[in-house]
């Protein structure tokens, strides 16, 4: 008779030997059955049902490990370069492709149009001081004439800023900025003189010490400016001159200024000692008394030029200067139509037709000998 083993361990004294004899044969048994099933239906389907929860196995434990997402598809984020870049520039606009010239008085146009066309009437996008109306030094001081309500004289500029004209806007009505003048100044004086260096301008270099306070090497048109103050043309300390410290190259351009700054390019000399009544004899000027010293002597001087006067191309017959007056485009395109003094200058129309003016100017020196012979054989 065979003796049974003992069990050993806590079930020992609960469980007979015979008990788990009996439990561990069908498990073992079961173990050698679904090997020997491997690889056929109920076999699989036995492993599938024993296989432990994935749910349950290490590192996938809902608590710890969230489920991943797949991420939605968006767009890229902007680079910061791109938010940097400058809007492209509207396109220039060459001569010819303004729209509103005829807006000009009409006896003005042609000059307009000559100008223009040569380029040289450069129009730039102004971008306006935040607080304009606080900047005392961007309107001049009042006429002493002021209203006694507090309005500024009519004739004084304001500093109002007008919106840039379009693409196709010339504005040739809107007041010309001081700045603009300087620009267009040196500008068609050196192209009038291209073959003739000792009549231009220097425009000034960023390396100078700026002559105005308020015209830094970084503004675009310091050249223009520094030129026009280093020649002596403009007013500035370098003149002598105590009260322009600034330019104020965003306050509108006044019509003694207009004179001021381009009769000494017509004269090429000193300008004449000039006196209010000597200026009211020669133009009949009513307002004679309200023009500034320096602004006489380049009003009288300009009176010597006879026809060839800027006052009479831009502003016709006229007993007003109204000297505190803004200019306009178009005013100031008259003006800088025709370089030169009584007896000898250049226009516009010279350079847009050089060999015209080449054979006006030969017709006139051959008329002038053969007069002059005639009237000696006579």
């Known amino acids: 008779m065979m003796r049974s083993r003992s069990v050993n361990g806590p ?5 007979p030997t015979r008990l788990l004899r009996a439990l561990l044969v069908p498990a073992v048994g079961g173990l050698l059955a679904i090997t020997g099933c491997s690889g056929t239906q109920l076999g699989d389907t036995l492993s599938r049902n024993l296989e432990p929860d994935p749910q349950l196995s290490e590192g996938n434990n809902p608590s710890t490990n969230q489920p991943t997402l797949t991420p ?7 680079d910061p370069d791109d938010a940097a870049t400058p809007t492209p520039a509207e396109p220039e606009v060459t ?3 303004y729209t509103d010239l005829d807006k000009a008085p009409e006896e003005i146009q042609p000059y307009l149009a000559d100008l223009i066309q040569l380029n040289l009437l450069e129009v730039r996008p102004v971008t306006p001081s935040p607080t304009p109306s606080s900047t ?3 309107t001049p001081s009042p006429a002493p004439n002021t209203a006694t309500n507090g309005t500024a004289n009519p004739s004084t500029p304001t500093a109002t800023a007008a919106p840039p004209p379009g693409p196709d806007e010339f504005r040739p009505n809107q007041a010309i900025l001081r700045r603009e003048y300087a620009r267009w100044l040196l500008a068609t004086n050196n192209r009038f003189y291209d073959a003739q260096r ?3 301008i220097r425009p000034g270099v960023t390396s100078s010490t700026p002559v105005f306070q308020d015209v830094t090497a970084s503004d675009p048109d310091f050249d223009a400016i520094q030129g026009l103050a280093e020649a002596g043309i403009i007013p500035s300390p ?6 322009a410290l600034t330019f104020r190259p965003d306050a509108p351009l006044t019509r003694k200024d207009l004179l001021l700054w381009k009769v000494p390019l017509d004269t090429r000399q000193p300008l004449p ?4 009544d000597a200026v009211e004899q020669a133009w009949g000027f009513q307002d004679a008394s309200k023009i500034e010293p320096r602004a006489l002597q380049a009003i009288l001087a300009d009176y010597q030029n006879g026809d060839f006067a800027n006052i009479r191309r831009t502003f016709g017959y006229t007993t007003l200067f109204q000297p505190d007056k803004a200019a306009t485009r178009a005013e100031a395109a008259a003006v800088l139509w025709r370089f030169g003094n009584s007896t000898e200058g250049v226009t516009a129309a010279d350079v847009l037709n050089p060999r ?14 053969s007069n002059g012979q005639n009237n000696g054989n006579n």
């Open 11 to 15: 079930l020992a004294p609960l469980l």
């Open 72 to 78: 939605t598809p968006s767009q890229p984020d902007p």
């Open 95 to 97: 001569a010819g492709e």
């Open 136 to 138: 005392p030094s961007s």
């Open 198 to 200: 000792t009549r231009r």
């Open 238 to 243: 370098l003149t002598g001159s105590s009260t």
């Open 273 to 276: 000692q000039a006196t209010v």
């Open 356 to 369: 015209s003016a080449a054979s006006g100017q030969s017709n006139g020196q051959n008329n002038g000998q």
